[in-house]
């Protein structure tokens, strides 16, 4: 196994982990605004190492380039879509 | 390689599916949208690990599309729970 791919593993599982830590935080937090914090916060991560981990298979540089530019989209995307979500959350019960 | 990237799609497809069970629980709609960003993420990160898998390129671009199509069906969710085009005059103060 040549160093590479000792990168990948490593990285590809500290991701699965951070996926693990998201989907238990969704399944046990209390309230809405905290299973909102475990999710946004810890997938993306878990994303962003899965992606690290699969750099070194990328065919080219261009293809590197697209799966780091899918990771920062799904970034902005789940920091724009949580606020909406907290909002929603918050809107539909006043008690927050 | 190709196995460990396999068995590591099968375990985030295991996180998300288990994710889905705050769909059944609910309590709010919130909630249950919170379960289908899992599914946008997640779904994202297994195509990737397919993708490598397999060695078939086209999966990227469709990791791209369901990035694209989870922020959009969260917009329409917000703009549908809270019955108005998306106005932040009327959240502050």
């Known amino acids: 196994m040549s160093l590479l791919d000792l990168f990948t593993v490593i990285a590809v599982c ?5 996926f693990l830590a998201g989907t238990v ?3 046990r937090f209390p309230d809405a605004l905290t299973r909102l914090h475990a999710l946004t916060k810890a997938d993306n991560l878990g ?16 293809g590197g380039l697209k799966l780091v ?4 989209l799904a970034l902005l995307a789940s920091g724009a879509v949580s606020q909406l979500i907290a909002r929603a959350a918050r809107r539909t019960d006043p008690r927050r | 390689m190709a196995e460990f990237l396999l068995g590591a799609a099968g375990f985030v ?10 769909i059944l629980r609910g309590p709010g709609d919130a ?3 919170m379960a289908a960003q899992l599914l946008g993420t997640g779904g994202i990160a297994m195509l990737l690990l397919v ?8 999966t990227v671009d469709v990791a791209l599309t369901l990035a694209l199509l989870a922020a959009f069906a969260s917009v329409a969710f917000f703009k549908s729970a809270t019955g108005a085009p998306a106005d932040d005059a009327a959240d502050r103060g």
């Open chain 2, 31 to 33: 909630d249950r949208m």
């Open chain 1, 69 to 72: 530019a899918i990771w920062l």
């Open chain 1, 14 to 18: 500290a991701g699965a982990f951070f």
């Open chain 2, 13 to 22: 497809l295991l996180m998300v599916a288990l994710g889905l069970l705050r």
């Open chain 1, 25 to 27: 935080g969704l399944l």
């Open chain 1, 47 to 62: 994303l962003g190492l899965v992606v690290l981990g699969l750099l070194p298979h990328a065919d080219s540089v261009l």
């Open chain 2, 51 to 58: 993708g490598a898998a397999t060695g078939v390129g086209s």
